[in-house]
């Protein structure tokens, strides 16, 4: 008799998370936005729209990591736009630097970034939302740095990074989301190291109890977001042809309204890849959707902001609750 209740769990596990009422929002809000639009609910409009989901899901897969276990990381707009311009300059007649260079010196400069955060928070014992707010103002003062270069972007593989569609219908883009979001959710659920991270999100000191490393992994998760903003930033200058030191400004609330709606606790220990991927579709059509209406851009702002203050406020009333229920 013991069979069927197990068969079930899996079921009534997922129907606990956000996943089921995001899905059925998303649903409701194509509704509304085809019967505002036509043009909505067409090939071409969800080609483009997952293709500028792109950036914003690569950071997410990485900010997500981080977030499980405790942290948080307000720089990686910023480490994204560094990235970009860096390898955007890099790419000019002048230097000619070779394309698989330029993507070791991109990921590099992730990597770095991430460690720094890492090891300040850790070793030093900053928060990491003053860490991460620290490193944002300094990285974003180095873009300025190169600002009077402007870089347009003729390599071709970089160009055709973000830009090339399978069967003309499906972003190249779409498939680097799926398959980053697959390995991180496959990382979480199978290996000792996603264990570990719910568990240090969940209580960091019966984590330290129980023999975990937890300043390493701590580190190793702020490396890997770091590695993502590298991508996403060779993702940016792709999509947009050049390289600007303004590039990702603002990153850090859209990626952060995503993940949170998403169902991944702002204080750690809980969240999932499939919620924040379908938040990252939500978040994706709302902002085309209020484009097609020609919302004005001031409107736009204000709706995210809102959004972003509703997903946290969601967020402190569930840990709440389920503090209550303890």
Do not use: H
Not at 44 to 50: A, C, T, Y
Not at 76 to 84: A, K, N, P
Not at 169 to 181: D, K
Not at 284 to 297: C, E, F, K, Q
Request: proline share 3%; hydrophobic share 50%.
């Amino acid at each position: 008799m013991a069979k069927p209740e197990k068969q079930y769990s899996g079921l009534r596990n997922f129907l606990r998370t956000p996943t089921p009422t995001l899905i059925g929002l998303y649903i409701v809000m194509i509704i509304v936005f085809t019967i505002a639009d036509k043009n909505f609910l067409t090939v071409q409009n969800f080609r483009g729209i997952f293709n500028n989901l792109a950036v914003f899901g690569i950071l997410a897969s990485g900010i997500t990591v981080v977030m499980i276990a405790g942290g948080f990381d307000l720089s990686i707009g910023s480490i994204s736009g560094l990235v970009g311009i860096v390898s955007a300059v890099l790419m000019m007649d002048q230097y000619g630097v070779p394309t698989p260079l330029i993507f070791i010196i991109a990921i590099a400069i992730g990597c770095a970034v991430g460690l720094i955060n890492g090891l300040i928070i850790t070793k030093i014992g900053i928060n990491p939302i003053i860490t991460t707010l620290g490193t944002l103002a300094i990285i974003r003062g180095v873009c300025y740095f190169w600002a009077d270069k402007n870089p347009r972007i003729y390599n071709v593989f970089i160009q055709n990074l973000g830009r090339k569609f399978i069967a003309n219908a499906i972003p190249y883009t779409t498939v680097y989301i799926i398959v980053f979001f697959v390995i991180i959710a496959l990382i979480l659920k199978f290996t000792r190291f996603g264990r570990n991270l719910y568990t240090i999100g969940g209580n960091e000191t019966l984590a330290r109890l129980a023999g975990i490393q937890v300043d390493r992994i701590k580190i190793i998760t702020y490396v890997i977001s770091g590695f993502f903003c590298s991508l996403a930033g060779l993702l940016l200058i792709s999509q947009l042809g050049s390289g600007r030191p303004e590039y990702g400004t603002g990153a850090e609330l859209e990626v952060l309204t995503i993940v949170v709606l998403g169902g991944v606790a702002v204080g750690g220990g809980k969240g999932n890849l499939l919620g924040v991927f379908v938040a990252l579709v939500i978040i994706g059509s709302i902002s085309n959707g209020m484009v097609m209406l020609d919302v004005p851009i001031f409107l736009r702002q204000v709706v995210k902001g809102a959004l972003l203050v509703l997903v946290i406020s969601i967020d402190a009333l569930r840990n709440r609750r389920n503090l209550q229920l303890y």
